[in-house]
């Protein structure tokens, strides 16, 4: 089932005045397509999944499940979820405690008022597709937060719901886990075909997850793309420091016209750029500017050269597989990983591919 | 150290003093109801025990006990069940529907039960004997119920204030009304928090005193309060073995209740009351 | 989350029908009769003579009438005797019970009996106890080689022993409320105090006490609501007497219903309300209370 959100508006009115939730957001969203809403904490992502699910009502604006509109104020169209058919994962999974897990999996069915044998088979089918079937008996107390997350998910398809909605569902497991179930949800979602929308805070599951990311700050959509579009091309200073981990390093510079092409004078470095090198990187403009580069792609130097950050290094990280290093340029702090082992105080030189910088307005909205 | 004597001694002094002052009354009632005299506690008095008070007080047909017994429990439980399932309702609505003046409206239904009952009686009498109701069970269970109504909201808003909201909205998920929520999720779940409700809603109408007094004529509706504070001897003296005897059947219900239930009682009445 | 809708929406719909039955109740059954009692109170209504309009003549008849000031003080007096002392028992209880000792359970069992009992099964215990030939109290009197005391003969002696039979059915209430309170606080507060080297009154003064404020607030509101409408114990254990001394305004009002003087018992009732609001709005503004429901 397509998704489409047109112009979706949420005001919600506190004693302290109006708070937009959500402004202007228009999305399409693909049958089967696994989309992910990334934003930090009080974005709107999941305000906007709740729209989605008609849990909240739209102010304005128009959601549609393929030509069907499901909340569309203007007309006073507003379908409440239980007439979606939409299923939902909860970040605290939200199991009935008083209920067994397979009572809780047959719950949605008996309240559509399914057929007893019918409901059995969509029960055990649906556990053994989330390897559960030994579990049925249990209460959601008797559970380790592993196997609640799995009953929720059972919870959640076993309606082969058109919209398929998860919001921070893992974010209450342990780090292994996690990864584990990210990738055996990603595998299910494929194969069940089912259109996904994943709210998280974290840009990792997003990255890994998500067919197409869109990033969310203060109710709006920040980017829109799939996820290497967001790494590589990110549109705005706060998506690329999002985006990324350790974060993208960020130096505001000023860019004029040198000997021999573009000299960008940051910290206290001077980087020249020649023209062929200036023509490949993105971005570039006037003269003020945050120039951007990811920690994973700076690398070090012997010595200085046109093309190298100073300074030295005041904080290392050791992260197994490769250090990140602080460094002081010049009263900026530049983070780097780099394989080499260094010692705190130590001069570094870091060098880096023109490709890889960005270049960003200053002062540019997020 | 010297400083932890003291507390030990004032914890285990103040638990004596506790106990005694908290139990004597009850001895009192119970040897009175056993005793052969009332007089049992002077010194010359020779100690003889008896159940000829209990005996009486159940099976005498002049004093009614069994009756006032049997009304007390049948309105009582009636109307704990009929409040707290309306101030269920309530407090669901109230805690978490979308409600204007929603805690104006707490405001007032604790103002409500701050008001003194012997302003609202005199009309009520008056309303109850205009429509031929004095005397019967509705003319009971209806008051009780308006008048447990309040403090059962504010328990209940409390217990349901800390079932999680996804429990709600999971619900909604997957097709309930709100009815069907409350119904089949929030009922299951607050269990404890509705039983400990019902058992002070039951507590406190089986105390009451005031409407029973006035809207009741007779052992057809009376409840066991009003008989045992109407209790007067046949013959000038006071009957204190059988009042107490009666006092001691009388309490025994309630005293089971917050005996066996004293956790959950505890817990009721203090919600509310102290933010935890 | 807040949530606001700008129309009268399915959700609010719904949220009205779930709080009509309580709604009516309130309505019918309390509010109506009280504002039927407030109406009353302006006309001469009694038996066998046709309802007057008279004004505000029942209010004056009351404030001229020493029987309404007698049981007015009474009333205001026992409130002011036994609120307190029943709030620092029962601190005194919760205190010992928040200690941790060997039958701490039995005896917090123990102190929810007195609670559990009906008032005027209470009352007529106590008023076997103030017996003047047979009762324990006198007995007690004897062991300490005292006179008996005429316990509900005399004005003096029957306002003590209503205070005190009132303080037997009510001290467990507050010390339930306190005891609450007083777990509430967070017990690294006090190892903090002592590695501060606060003794145990400092620590008594410092951090319970202020911490417990709200707590007593709101058990001091509920007692004091409470001990303005006693009824139940002075009907039972004194009726009133001797000669008025215990009248409770409660009590006042209800002798005129039942001899059918109505208009004079609403307009005593009236005033009665009138206090109990007056004094529920000082406490809620103490307590803080409307800032807490937002």
Request: aromatic content about 10%; glycine content about 8%.
């Amino acid at each position: 089932m397509k998704l489409v959100l047109d112009r979706v508006e949420k005001r919600f009115l506190t004693l302290r005045g109006t708070v937009e939730a959500v402004r202007d957001i228009s999305l399409e969203i693909a049958e089967g397509e696994f989309f992910v809403l990334l934003g930090p904490s009080g974005c709107g992502k999941s305000t906007l999944l709740n729209l989605v699910a008609g849990l909240e009502r739209p102010t304005s604006g128009e959601i549609r499940f393929g030509s069907r509109p499901v909340a569309l104020p203007g007309e006073k169209i507003f379908l409440p979820p239980g007439a979606r058919n939409v299923a939902m994962v909860f970040q605290s999974y939200a199991l009935y405690p008083h209920l067994s897990v397979y009572d809780i999996i047959a719950f949605p069915l008996r309240i559509a008022g399914g057929k007893k044998g019918k409901i059995d088979d969509s029960v055990k089918e649906t556990a053994a597709l989330l390897k559960i079937t030994d579990l049925l008996d249990r209460r959601p107390g008797e559970l380790s937060g592993g196997q609640r997350q799995r009953v929720a998910m059972a919870r959640a398809l076993v309606r082969r719901p058109e919209i398929f909605l998860l919001d921070e569902p893992l974010s209450n497991l342990d780090v292994q886990l996690r990864t584990d179930t990210r990738a055996e949800l990603k595998r299910l979602q494929r194969e069940l075909g089912i259109t996904t929308l994943y709210v998280t805070h974290d840009q990792t599951e997003a990255m890994t997850l998500g067919d197409r990311i869109a990033l969310l700050n203060e109710g709006k959509i920040v980017q829109v793309g799939a996820p290497r579009e967001l790494y590589d091309h990110p549109g705005t200073p706060f998506a690329a420091t999002f985006i990324g981990s350790p974060p993208m390093n960020l130096l505001p510079a000023r860019m004029r016209e040198g000997n021999n092409g573009t000299e960008i004078e940051t910290a206290d470095a001077v980087l020249e750029l020649s023209k062929s090198e200036m023509g490949k990187v993105k971005g570039g403009g006037p003269a003020e500017v945050l120039v951007g580069i990811r920690p994973e792609h700076l690398f070090l130097r012997d010595k200085p050269t046109g093309q190298t950050f100073s300074g030295l290094i005041v904080d290392i990280e050791p992260l197994g597989r490769e250090n990140l290093v602080y460094a002081d340029i010049g009263g900026k702090e530049l983070r780097a990983l780099i394989e080499e082992d260094r010692k705190v105080g130590e001069r570094i030189h870091l060098g880096f591919d023109p490709e890889r910088l960005h270049f960003f307005p200053v002062n540019e909205p997020c | 150290m010297k400083e932890d004597r003291l507390g030990k001694i004032l914890t285990v002094g103040g638990a004596i003093l506790t106990a005694v002052f908290c139990l004597a009354p009850i001895g009192v009632m119970v040897l009175t109801a056993l005793a052969g005299r009332p007089d049992f506690l002077r010194p010359e008095v020779p100690l003889a025990w008896t159940v000829d008070h209990l005996r009486a007080v159940l099976t005498s047909e002049a004093i009614h006990f069994p009756e006032y017994l049997r009304n007390s429990l049948l309105v009582s439980a009636a109307s704990a069940v009929v409040a707290v399932f309306l101030a269920s309702l309530a407090a669901y609505a109230l805690t978490r529907m979308s409600l204007p003046g929603r805690g104006a409206l707490l405001l007032l239904i604790l103002a409500v039960s701050m008001f003194p009952p012997v302003s609202l009686v005199g009309y009520l009498y008056r309303i109850m004997a205009s429509i031929g109701w004095i005397n019967t069970y509705p003319a009971l269970i209806l008051p009780y119920v308006a008048w447990t109504l309040p403090l059962s909201v504010w328990i209940l808003v409390s217990y349901f204030t800390r079932i999680p909201r996804d429990l709600d909205r999971a619900g909604l998920i997957d097709g309930c009304s709100r009815l069907q929520i409350l119904l089949k999720i929030i009922f299951p779940t607050a269990a404890p928090g509705i039983f400990a409700t019902l058992l002070l809603a039951f507590i406190f109408a089986f105390n009451e005193f005031l409407f029973a007094l006035m809207l009741t004529t007779d052992y057809s509706a009376r409840t066991v309060p009003v008989g045992i504070a109407l209790f007067q001897g046949l013959h000038g003296q006071t009957p204190w073995g059988e009042i107490m005897a009666a006092a001691c059947l009388t309490i025994l219900p309630v005293v089971l209740l917050a005996l066996f239930f004293q956790r959950r009682i505890v817990q009721g009445l203090t919600r509310g009351a102290v933010k935890e | 989350m807040k949530k606001t809708s700008f129309h009268i929406d399915r959700e609010t719909r719904a949220g009205i029908g779930f709080l009509a039955p309580l709604l009516l109740c309130l309505i019918g059954l309390i509010l109506v009769p009280v504002a039927g009692t407030i109406a009353t109170s302006v006309f001469r209504d009694v038996p066998y003579l046709p309802k007057t309009f008279i004004g505000a003549a029942n209010y004056v008849s009351l404030l001229n009438d020493p029987a309404f000031w007698r049981s007015l003080m009474f009333t205001l007096l026992f409130v002011l005797v036994s609120v307190p002392l029943e709030t620092v028992f029962g601190l005194g209880i919760a205190l010992v019970l928040n200690q941790v000792f060997a039958g701490r359970g039995m005896l917090r069992a123990a102190v929810l009996i007195p609670w559990a009992v009906p008032a005027a099964v209470s009352g007529r215990i106590f008023e076997l106890i103030y017996n003047y030939s047979y009762g324990a109290a006198n007995r007690m009197l004897a062991l300490l080689h005292m006179e008996p005391a005429n316990w509900l003969g005399s004005a003096s002696g029957a306002f003590l022993g209503v205070v005190a039979a009132d303080a037997w059915k009510t001290t467990p209430f507050a010390a339930i409320i306190l005891l609450a309170g007083l777990s509430a606080i967070p017990e690294d507060l006090y190892r903090q105090a002592r590695v501060d080297r606060a003794g145990t009154f400092q620590r008594f003064f410092r951090i319970t006490l202020p911490l417990l404020r709200p707590v007593l607030i709101v058990t001091l509101l509920f007692r004091t609501v409470d001990a303005l409408r006693v009824f139940d114990i002075l009907y039972v254990l004194t009726g009133g007497g001797p000669g008025g001394a215990t009248t409770s305004l409660s009590l006042f009002g209800y002798r005129y219903f039942s001899a059918g003087d109505f208009g004079y018992a609403s307009a005593a009732t009236v005033i009665l309300f009138g206090i109990a609001f007056l004094l529920s709005l000082v406490y809620l503004k103490l307590g803080g209370f409307s800032r807490e429901i937002r």
